[in-house]
C-alpha cells in the first residue's frame, strides 16, 4: 500500500494542469486550498516536516488527536502541487484522514460520495476508488474506513469512458 501511494504523489505532484473537481472534506479541496486555508479552518499541525520530492520541495502538516478534527485520529495534508506548469508549494497536493471507528462507514462513504468509480482489494483490504481524487481503505471487517485519501482528480481509465453514440 506504501509504494502505492507513493506513486500516486508522484503522479499528482507532476501533473502539468488540474482537472476541475476533486472530492474535497473538511473544507479541504486538493488543488485549491492552501496553507493559509487550512491553517485558518484548522489552527496549528501537531507536526510538520519538509522534504524533496522529485526536486521540489513539499511540506506536510499532520493533526494528532486532540488537535485532529472531531471524529479524527490524525488528518494528514500534503503541500506541494505543479499546476499549469509552474510549482505551487503552498497548494495542497493531497491530504489523508485517519477516522475514528465507526466515523467513516461504508454506508457514510457511499451516501457521501456515491458509488465508487473502482473497488477491490489491496490484500486483504477492500478499497474503493473514486475518479474525483479519492480513495478510500477500509478495516478488516470491510465496514469501517480506516484510512481515506483525497487528491485532485485522476485520469479516467479509457475503458471506463462509453464510446460516442452516432
Do not use: H
Not at 68 to 79: D, I, M, S
Not at 105 to 123: K, S
Amino acid at each position: 500500500m506504501r509504494a502505492g501511494l507513493a506513486a500516486l504523489v508522484a503522479v499528482v505532484l507532476l501533473a502539468g494542469t488540474l482537472p476541475a473537481t476533486a472530492a474535497e472534506w473538511g473544507n479541504i479541496r486538493p488543488g485549491i486550498s492552501t496553507t493559509a486555508n487550512v491553517r485558518e479552518l484548522y489552527g496549528a499541525p501537531t507536526k510538520t516536516s519538509k522534504e524533496k520530492v522529485d526536486n521540489f520541495d513539499t511540506e506536510t502538516w499532520i493533526y494528532d488527536e486532540p488537535k485532529a478534527p472531531a471524529g479524527l485520529k490524525r488528518l494528514t495534508v500534503e503541500y506541494g502541487l505543479m499546476i499549469s506548469e509552474k510549482y505551487q508549494p503552498n497548494v495542497v497536493r493531497a491530504f489523508r484522514v485517519e477516522p475514528q471507528p465507526g466515523g467513516f462507514t461504508r454506508r457514510i462513504i457511499i451516501l457521501g460520495w456515491g458509488p465508487p468509480d473502482r473497488a477491490g482489494r489491496d490484500g486483504d483490504t477492500d478499497v474503493f476508488v473514486y475518479y474525483e481524487g479519492m480513495i478510500v481503505y477500509f478495516d478488516e471487517s470491510g465496514q469501517d474506513a480506516k484510512l481515506v485519501l483525497f487528491t485532485v482528480a485522476q485520469p479516467r481509465d479509457p475503458a471506463d469512458v462509453p464510446a460516442p453514440r452516432r
